[in-house]
């Protein structure tokens, strides 16, 4: 079964090149995305652990900051 990105590649390019890189290799750009939606999975997870536990459905920015924390 093939992943399917969430995160265009050209979005991860932009952000190599943002941060100083001259040149990217695909290989770089999907391990980038494929950490960062990792990151963000667990992110929300733990976000929506906070949500629930104030008795809310809806995840708000201010779980998203304690979940980072």
Known sequence: MVKRQ??????MEKLMKKAG????????KTVLSDI????????????LK???HAGRKTIKAEDIKLATR
């Open 6 to 11: 969430i995160l265009p590649l050209a979005a």
């Open 36 to 47: 960062l939606e990792e990151f963000g999975q667990e992110i929300s997870e733990a976000a």
């Open 50 to 52: 906070f949500a629930m």
């Open 21 to 28: 890189a001259e040149r990217v290799s695909e290989d770089a």
